[in-house]
């Protein structure tokens, strides 16, 4: 099964710290060697100032060699810093923490940078002292701590780099202490600052994004996808959040062009709500059809065994292919770190997307064969069939004959209205756009034709930037918390 494992794809978008939970949950596999696992965890571990960690993973790969000399000068250097940023945050804490400093500071920062410097002498030197000791408590492997003194820098400086920078470690900080609300919260707000964030160094009165800018938008946002894993397969709603942010044009476009790999979560996360998406929301409805197309479009470049499963299932109707696909797809989710608790509901939703789709095309089922597709007993299958029908709402159209041990289900035809319905649906929408064409003509635009667009658009995704030979090494250029450890 290592094969299939992508944690070497995935590591390299995280920060070392995020790493480290991945590459334990390796070790308790056989997929690779044990050693190998724990040098890389002692590779990350060496650029932190977790010194005691480190230690305990140097004994364990090198049992009869003492510890390098400079573990033990790099303790002692790591609490004489933690003792100096620690007194000059706290100068700054003593004084916002003030009840009267509380009730005067308004959401105006620059108000309240004037105000802390006339009454208190504190000035944005002195604040930036909370950024730098929270960075610092993130290396010493204390992100609730850290996430506090992130916090308040971010609430006071104008700093919109450093701001940026506390929003990814704070994230972070959430993500490693389990905080699965706040993290969510701080996700979508990281999220709308990557989306808005332009260039505003231009001269421009208008800013416009750079295609500088633009490549370091398409970084953060593949940095983004990764750690928004981590929440997403946490928190109880993440996986229909999961599809409703993943299938946005930005973070399709991004996947696409980045990072395909992450098109088997995108397939787990619609597979494990496909009972709910009647109760969903948006994409959420529509999401497995879509991303269906999506894993067609894109099995070039990435292919596993949950993807093939749905592309078996929906593009080749090929039962005895998902079947096998699915067998695979199962041992898959019990090794994937994101996917392992939840391996009985992709399980389950899975063998319920392989009968709805039986059922469609089938009048006259066996309940043996179905049994054997869906690896289930005769006496589970038969169970499984019965709650199958009273979810699909078939009751009145399927017959069990208990005799013959087959199903017979018996469809209607479609109204003709409602044929008709659903050929119209989209005329209204296609009249507004050829509308609004025609009007933008006469006013003079120049309005591009598809064979246009798409002689524009060739050898590009849809409106992202190309992918360069940077690398996924590439962290977002403004994640000082992130780069000061990756």
């Known amino acids: 099964m290592a094969e299939y494992d992508i944690s070497q794809k995935l590591i390299p978008y995280m920060d070392r710290h995020l790493a480290f939970p991945v590459l334990a949950h390796l070790s308790e596999l056989s997929l690779f060697p ?7 965890q ?3 571990a060496r ?36 003792q100096r940023l620690q007194t000059e945050a706290q100068v700054v804490l003593d004084v916002i923490e003030r009840e009267e400093v509380a009730q005067a500071l308004r959401q105006d920062k620059m108000q309240n940078l004037n105000y802390l410097k006339e009454h208190y002498n504190l000035t944005l030197e002195h604040i930036s002292a909370l950024y730098t000791f929270g960075q610092f408590q993130y290396t010493y492997g204390n992100y609730s701590g850290a996430a506090d003194y992130l916090y308040h820098f971010r609430i006071l400086s104008t700093d919109a780099d450093l701001n940026l920078s506390a929003h990814w ?45 633009a490549l370091a938008q398409l ?10 894993l981590f929440v997403y397969f946490n928190h109880a709603q993440g996986r229909t959040l999961l599809l409703e942010t993943f299938l946005s044009p930005a973070y399709l476009n991004t996947i696409q062009t980045s990072c395909p790999w992450i098109l088997r979560y995108l397939a787990a996360a619609a597979i ?29 470049q990435y292919k596993d065994p949950v993807t093939q499963f749905l592309r078996e299932l929906y593009v080749e109707f090929d039962f005895e292919a998902a079947q096998k696909s699915l067998a695979i797809a199962e041992r898959v989710t019990e090794n994937d770190f994101f996917l392992v608790d939840l391996k009985q509901d992709f399980l389950d939703n899975a063998r319920y997307l392989i009968s709805e789709a039986y059922c469609r095309i089938h009048q006259k089922i066996d309940i043996d064969d179905l049994s054997a597709r869906l690896n289930l007993s005769q006496e589970e299958g038969e169970k499984w069939i019965v709650n199958l029908i009273r979810d699909m709402r078939m009751g009145a159209d399927a017959k069990i004959d208990l005799e013959k041990n087959v199903i017979h289900i018996n469809r209607p035809p479609a109204p003709l209205y409602q044929t008709v319905i659903e050929k119209t649906r989209g005329l209204a929408f296609r009249t507004q756009a050829l509308g609004a064409a025609m009007s933008r003509r006469a006013a003079g635009e120049t309005i591009e034709t ?8 060739k050898g590009r995704r849809t409106g992202g930037p190309p992918q360069t030979s940077s690398g996924p090494a590439n962290a977002p250029p403004t994640a000082a918390v992130v780069t000061a450890e990756a």
């Open 34 to 40: 044990e050693e190998d696992v724990r040098f890389a």
């Open 42 to 44: 002692y590779e990350l």
């Open 47 to 82: 650029g932190t100032n977790m010194v005691d960690f480190t230690l305990d993973l140097f004994q364990q790969l090198y049992p009869d060699q003492d510890p390098p000399p400079e573990l033990a000068q790099k303790r002692d250097d790591a609490v004489q810093t933690n």
């Open 169 to 213: 470690g704070k994230l972070a900080c959430d993500i490693l202490s389990g905080n699965w609300d706040t993290a969510l919260e701080e996700l979508n707000s990281l999220r709308e600052a990557i989306d808005s964030r332009t260039n505003s160094t231009t001269s421009n009165p208008i800013p416009t994004p750079s295609s500088e800018s």
């Open 219 to 228: 970084q953060s946002r593949t940095w983004l996808l990764h750690w928004s």
């Open 272 to 300: 494990v709500t496909r009972k709910a998406a009647s109760a969903a929301s948006g994409r959420a409805k529509h999401a497995l059809k879509e991303i269906v197309r999506i894993i067609q479009m894109e099995e070039y």
């Open 450 to 457: 598809g064979e246009e667009g798409k002689a524009k658009g």
